[in-house]
């Protein structure tokens, strides 16, 4: 929110629309090629030109101001103070640079430092722009001081109306007034800035706030939906969307939001996992496949054969929304699995009975249901019908190896790698069907192979249960995941003054990178150094890390028993869903804790007795009936639960998003090792080890819910009320319990 003030002005018409290369005038070649990087948001491109022009101009304050400005708007405040004090050096008065350097101290959280710099200065000048009013209201709002925040607001306001001061004026809203009166200001901030799509975001955020009603978030998806539509390409606009649909289900159809949704899924930045529910939900109601749906609990094979006929005929077989989704979505409704069941199982008797009514459309569609079922890991039951049509087909496609239709089919059951030698492979790349399939399935696990021996291992495995755990994990990563949310733009962590410092963190037992990596992506002043047993994970995760560019991960191979031999020392742990499966979890945090500094900050991850009642039921009848813990006892598991959800003992288990695919429901079920706790067992186990309790990541919802049976906020780190409070919602910590505790010994 920094606000910087640049010099010289880049107003000039003629320099903000000629080209560059065809000026003669270096002064204004300069400053074209300036405003044409600043268009272009290239900000590294400007800052090269500008330090291209300091050469000529070494002593030019009003230059060095503007490289600084640019370093600010990179958040890099180093930069921007060894060119500001260079410009102050040579022009003290002038306001614009002080306002600057006032600014590094705002980047820094210095907010009383740069309160104090702005103050001083106006004491003897009247500041004449808003920038600088700005820059006090932002000093005022950090520290809490909304009313003067808002005095300095109306100053502003009064010198010149700024997009920024009026989300500021949103933002002190909410603080001083709540999420409603906000929202009115942001309606109103509207009017006076219709085209400001920052401010759509802003009210969408608004309505969401607290425990908003379904018409408040719907209000808040439009907003948001708005800007999407006015920048597609906006990442936080992307990530928002996801964030206010991640938990609502569509009640009907509605184009509109298909074409929002179908958008959002394809950007980068954005975890697919949270848009499934309502990309489901859409997806269920969608024009053509309501009727089928409508019929599904007596759907048999030839009914939904025949349902394949309409909907391609309608032309919504292969509608962009549906293909989209099952390329990119994982699945999470017993409905939408029994329908792709019996279409694959229908696709697979029609080849064999009759090709020839297998048309382009088909194959579009099988293609995309071929990659669902790869994200699922071949999680739908395959009957003894279809074992038999699959074995004649296999033996067809032996003797038509080049026969694409019969390669689709087999590839809903089965890998390629499974189907293809390596000869065969290169024959298929120049078919864009099976362009996803070849990368995801033939070309990422070549990679995470290549990439297995360089991962170093830092200690033995010596414990009996670390070693089934990693025989587990070897065989099945966890989780098999595909995208992560980011904004693009990483923030800072401030854990201690020295802003340049390099904070220290472990993930202990890191599994496939998803949270190495959303860590790394949150804030970009951490070393992580991420290990985990199962070296097959490490390798998912050493592939992702590269494929999103990251440098400041290291993976390694350990066990968390023995990393007591480590010399390094941490300013944060995290370990989220692990030590609970080791044989003496207690074992296991007592070493991480020799590995914390003091003062360090925890972040741990443990199952809660209360709410995995349903899964340790689930993990009964998976142990009475004795299900293998291979893919093909968890397809039986899934196929008998699904069969009889009231009747089932594990029935419960089909709400739970793990159960629909195999990694995620053999850790989910059927683990080798798991230990569950309560909140009084947590509580002594952080009270006898001198951690301070400092919060749960929890959403929204239940931490309202919370406050309204422990107002004012003075309980929200008491582990007593929040037991009670679990003790009345029992599925509060489905998610297990995710804490923060720091040590303070
Ligand atoms: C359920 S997964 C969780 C992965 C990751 N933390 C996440 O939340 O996505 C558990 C992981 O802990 C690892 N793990 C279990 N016991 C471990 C141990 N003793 N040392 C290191 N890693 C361990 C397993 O290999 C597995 O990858």
Known sequence: LVRAAQTPPLRPVDVIDADPVALDDPE?????????????????????????????????????????????????????????IQASRIAPQDPKIINNLACVALLRRSYKLAATQLAAWSRKHAPGFAEYYYNMALAAFE??????????????????????????????????????????????????????????????????????????????????????????????????????????????????????????????????????????????????WRDVFDQIETLDLEAANAAIYTLKADGHLTAPFVLNGLRTMPLRFAHCEKLLALFRQAYLNRTLAAPETIDDADRAFMAALGCLCHTNEYAFYVSADETSALEQTMAQFKSKPRDLTMLLVLNMYEPLTNLLNEAAIGDW???PLLTQAIRQQIDEPAQERALMPTIPTLTPINDD?????????????????????????????????????RIQVLIAGCGTGHHAISTALMYRNLQIMAIDLSKRSLAYAKRKTEEIGLSNIEYAQADILELGS?????????????????????????????LLKSRGLFRLGLYSETARAAM??????????????????????????????????????????????????????????????????????LRTRGLAFRGFSLDHGPMEDFRKMYPGGQDDHNLDAWHKFEQNNPDTFANMYQFWAQKIT
């Open 465 to 501: 249960v670390s070693k089934m755990v990693e025989a587990m994990y070897m065989e099945n990563p966890y989780p098999a995941w595909k995208s992560v949310n980011h904004s693009g733009n990483t923030d800072h962590l401030f854990l201690d003054p020295d802003r340049n410092r």
């Open 28 to 84: 204004q070649k300069f400053l074209a090629a300036i405003v044409l990087a600043l268009r272009e948001q290239n900000t590294d491109n400007a800052i090269a030109h500008a330090l291209a022009h300091l050469t000529a101009h070494p002593k030019n304050p009003a230059l060095l101001n503007l490289i600084g400005a640019l370093y600010l708007q990179k958040q890099d405040d180093r930069s921007a103070e060894k060119y500001l």
């Open 566 to 594: 480590l010399k390094q020392r941490f300013d944060v742990i995290e370990s989220v869903g692990v030590l609970h499966h080791l044989a003496d979890p207690l074992k296991g945090l007592d070493v991480l804790l020799g």
């Open 429 to 431: 790349r120049d078919q």
């Open 616 to 685: 340790v039921a689930a993990r009964q009848a998976v142990a009475d009936m004795g299900y293998a813990s291979t893919p093909e006892g968890i397809r039986q598991f899934r196929h008998d639960v699904l069969n009889n959800p009231t009747t089932h003992p594990a029935a419960k288990i089909i709400l739970s998003g793990d159960f629909y695919g195999i990694s995620v429901c053999r850790d989910l079920v059927f683990h080798v090792q798991e230990t569950r706790y309560s909140l009084p067992q947590i509580s002594e186990i």
């Open 143 to 288: 520290q809490d001081d909304h009313q003067a925040a808002e005095t300095y607001i109306d100053l502003a306001d009064g010198l010149e109306h700024l997009v920024d001061t009026a989300v500021l004026r949103v933002l002190n809203s909410y603080k001083q007034f709540g999420a409603e009166a906000a929202e009115a200001v942001a309606t109103q901030m509207l009017e006076r800035f219709p085209n400001a799509v920052i401010l759509y975001f802003y009210r969408g955020g608004m309505r969401t706030m607290g425990q908003p009603s379904r018409t408040k978030i719907l209000e808040a998806i439009l907003d948001i939906s708005h800007a999407i539509r006015l920048e597609p390409q906006n990442r936080y606009f992307a990530l928002a969307y996801t964030f206010f649909v991640k938990n609502i289900g569509f009640e009907d159809y509605n184009a509109d939001q298909a074409g929002i949704l179908g958008q959002v899924i394809t950007m980068p930045g954005v975890d697919l996992v949270m848009l499934a529910n309502p990309w489901q939900t859409l997806f269920v109601k969608s024009p053509g």
